[in-house]
């Protein structure tokens, strides 16, 4: 069963702090894996997309790492901000005819002051 | 904004109304989408078109119709709603008809549905 699953659950920082997602999933075959960052009351909005043979992408103090032979990906936050609090989507696609995207349950990130 | 437009953005509604969600993109995508979004659940494919054509329906309950009148309007349907139905509604849009591509999805702000 296509799944991903995503740790942890929920997660509270002080500003300033780094911090790491966790992404793991189970979905075959693979084409590409999205950090999506999801601001309440908002739309998703995507961070990252990185293919089979990316090992990891920066989108400012952002960093997304992925591991396709473990299945793992984590998404580091550097120098946190209050802005950052949000939650973070993992999203895995696979390569099938209907073409559909696997979504985490997402983590919610608080940054504190 | 994204790009992709959703309105009411906020919606109350009692179990015998009817009423309609609206999705609008401009980013000349050829797909749209509508999501379910539940709190601590994941997201929910509802719907899918492509080119205007429904491409699929993902066992959604028949109080629930979509219509995509044209490549750039994408509309949700609700009527007599269950209070399980309340939560935030997604319209995203794709350049290709399957979402993988490597432009990705874009999402609109989402409608917040309440049913009472």
């Known amino acids: 069963k296509n799944q991903v699953e995503q740790s942890p659950q929920s997660l509270i920082i002080l500003e300033g702090k780094n911090c790491t997602l966790q992404?793991?999933?189970?979905?075959?075959?693979?084409?590409?894996l999205r950090w999506y960052k999801q601001d309440t009351g908002r739309g998703p909005v995507s961070l990252t997309i990185m293919t089979f043979s990316e090992n990891t992408k920066s989108n400012g103090r952002y960093t997304a790492t992925l591991d396709a032979d473990t299945k793992q990906s984590s998404l580091h936050i550097t120098a946190s901000q209050l802005s950052d609090s949000a939650s973070y989507i993992c999203v895995v696609s696979g390569s099938s005819n209907t073409g559909k995207l696997i979504f985490g349950q997402g983590t919610t990130l608080q940054v504190k002051p | 904004e994204t790009g992709v437009t959703q309105t009411p953005r906020h919606l109350v509604m009692g179990m015998t109304n009817k009423k309609s969600l609206k999705c609008e993109q401009h980013?000349?995508?050829?797909?749209m989408y509508w999501y379910k979004q539940s709190a601590k659940k994941p997201l929910e494919l509802m719907f899918v078109?492509?080119?205007?054509?429904?491409?699929e329906n993902n066992s959604v309950p028949s109080r629930f119709s979509p219509e995509c009148p044209n490549s750039s309007h994408l509309f949700l349907h609700l009527h007599t709603l269950q209070p399980e139905d309340s939560a935030l509604y997604l319209c995203?849009?794709?350049?290709?008809?399957?979402?993988?591509?490597?432009?990705?999805?874009?999402f609109g702000s989402g409608t917040r549905l309440t049913v009472v």
């Open positions: 992404c793991n999933y189970t979905v075959s075959p693979f084409s590409n």
């Open positions: 078109y492509s080119l205007e054509e429904r491409v």
């Open positions: 980013l000349g995508h050829n797909a």
């Open positions: 995203a849009s794709s350049q290709d008809g399957l979402g993988v591509g490597f432009d990705g999805y874009t």
